[in-house]
Structures are given as C-alpha cells and as structure tokens.
C-alpha cells in the first residue's frame, strides 16, 4: 500500500531557486492538500484541491503555487525560494464530505539557503 | 490567533498509567475533531476522531472526550505503553477537510 508518496524527501535549496516539490496518492481520492509544519507552529494549511482542475488557498499561500491535473498528482512549486520557506512539507488526501480523516506522506524537509 | 491549542508542549507517563492530552479550541463552529500521532521523520498518522455531536469516542485504548460548552478535548490512553512516546496533534475542521491543527505534545513514555 503506497498510499500518499512524496518526493524528495530532504532538499537544499539557495535563495531565489525554484523547484517542485512531488505529491502522489493511490488511492483514488478527491481531496488534495499542502501543508507545512514550523516549529511550535503545528501544521498550517498551504493550498488544496477538491478534484482535477480546482484549486484554492488555504492559510498560507503566498510564494507557492499548485496544480492538479489528475486526480493522483498534486505538486507544490516554489517560484523564488525564500529562507521564510525552509520548513517540513507534508501533502495528505481524503475523500470528500465523509468525515473520512486526512491520510499524510511522510513528509519533504527543504532547507532555503 | 491560534484557534486550536495544545498548552502542554510535553508529557513525561510512566509505563502502564493513563495518559491525558488536552486540546482547547476558539470557534464554535467547528464540527469534527481528530487526534494525530507523529513519530520523527514520518508523517502525522491518523488515531481518532469525534463528531462535535458527540461526547466521547473509544478505539481500544485510546478514547477521545469532548466538552462542547467548554470548547475543550481530551485523549487518554490507557494503558500507556512505549510505543505511545511520539507528538500527538489535535486538529479541528468545519465539515470541509481543511484542518486546522494545534501546536502538538510530545508524549514520553519511561518504561
């Protein structure tokens, strides 16, 4: 069981770079989401997408951008990295309106030069 | 304004014992609670949830409560065992999977 596959996992990057980073899910699941996780911040919420073509903003978007063209793929890009943006990257996925809880990748470490 | 708390950033339990972690949150509105469970270099894994109207949900040794009226929830553990010892999120949505979490408690476990 693959479940929600994310790559890379660990990532250095100088200021100004882009990269992408990859999210994958097999289990067929309509919702998609992007979060970070900071220290003593919890997780807050990035981007995410309720199906193939839609997506929205969540807490805080600024600097990334998403897309989602399948149902399986949900990458996260980084434009012009910033130091603000080193942090824990975690993509997770649920069906819809179920009350079905979020199930996570194992998470992409990135570190902004 | 952090709209789901977890006051305690830490929690030392001795093998055996219950274990009680504490969740606050601000907004009324929310409808579903869940507890996460994180170990280093993983990402968070689900444990259990509960409906705003319930008051209690039990899943072998890990029950959650809810208090409504003082916008306050709480897992225990009973028993606790080693492999407890991790962070554990609470987190709150309203019915549309976007998960407000709170800032987490680190569960230690001393056998």
């Known amino acids: 069981n693959a479940g929600v596959t994310q790559t890379p996992k660990f990532q250095v990057l100088k200021t100004g770079q882009s990269m992408t980073l990859q999210c994958a899910q097999d289990m067929n699941h309509e919702y998609m989401s992007w979060y970070r996780q900071d220290p003593g911040m919890g997780l807050r919420l990035i981007h995410y997408s309720v199906g193939a073509g839609i997506t929205d903003q969540g807490e805080v978007p600024n600097g990334y951008n998403v897309s989602r063209s399948t149902t399986e793929d949900f990458p996260l890009r980084l434009l012009s990295a910033a130091p603000s943006q080193t942090s824990v990257y975690f993509c997770?996925?649920?069906?819809?309106?179920?009350?079905?809880?979020?199930?996570f990748g194992d998470g992409t470490r990135l570190s902004i030069l | 304004d952090q709209q789901v708390k977890q006051n305690s950033p830490s929690l030392s339990v001795q093998e055996g014992r219950i274990s009680i972690l504490n969740c606050d949150y601000t907004?009324?509105?929310?409808?579903?609670f869940l507890w996460y469970k994180k170990y280093p270099a993983e990402g968070p894994t689900f444990l259990i949830s509960i409906s705003s109207i319930k008051d209690k949900n039990e899943d072998g040794r890990f029950t959650v409560f809810l208090n409504k009226s003082a916008k306050h929830l709480s897992l225990h553990i009973v028993p606790s065992q080693p492999g407890d010892s991790a962070v554990y999120f609470c987190?709150?949505?309203?019915?549309?999977?976007?998960?407000?979490f709170g800032t987490g408690t680190r569960l230690t476990i001393i056998p």
């Open positions: 987190a709150a949505d309203f019915g549309n999977e976007k998960l407000t």
């Open positions: 997770a996925s649920t069906n819809l309106g179920s009350n079905q809880p979020q199930h």
């Open positions: 907004n009324s509105m929310f409808d579903y």
